[in-house]
């Protein structure tokens, strides 16, 4: 998800399913910041958000200060969140075959002009 190119901006889910994703594993603030290209401001309200619906978990140690992690309610979203992501790819992949499929089948083929 978070490797993947998007045409548009990210919408609130697929901001939350990036961070879960980072947390997954234990991270800092200013790390998940960085690779969910995230403003401060965002990500203190995001984590903010999703501490308060327990999706993810802030442990406080001596060694590495304040490290954010995926809870077992947050791993379950992000199982249904991925699920749901790979079924509209998988349906824009079958659409944009079909509308090339379509253009070949009217004569249109790359380099003619045709706008598929």
């Given at each position: 998800m978070i490797t993947s190119e998007r045409k548009n901006n990210r919408g609130k889910i697929q901001i939350i399913g990036d961070v879960?994703?980072?947390?997954?594993?234990?991270?800092?603030?200013?790390?998940?910041m960085y690779r969910a290209n995230l403003s401060y401001e965002q990500v203190h309200l995001?984590?903010?958000?999703?501490?308060?619906?327990?999706?993810?978990?802030?442990?406080?140690?001596?060694?590495?200060?304040?490290?954010?992690g995926t809870t077992e309610k947050g791993r379950?979203?992000?199982?249904?969140?991925?699920?749901?992501?790979?079924?509209?790819e998988e349906e824009e992949r079958e659409e944009e075959k079909t509308r090339r499929s379509t253009a070949v089948s009217n004569g249109c083929w790359a380099g003619s002009g045709c706008i598929v």
């Open positions: 879960l994703a980072l947390a997954a594993s234990g991270i800092k603030k200013t790390h998940i995001y984590l903010g958000e999703l501490i308060g619906k327990r999706l993810i978990s802030q442990n406080v140690s001596s060694s590495d200060g304040v490290v954010y379950e979203f992000l199982l249904h969140y991925t699920h749901l992501a790979e079924v509209l």
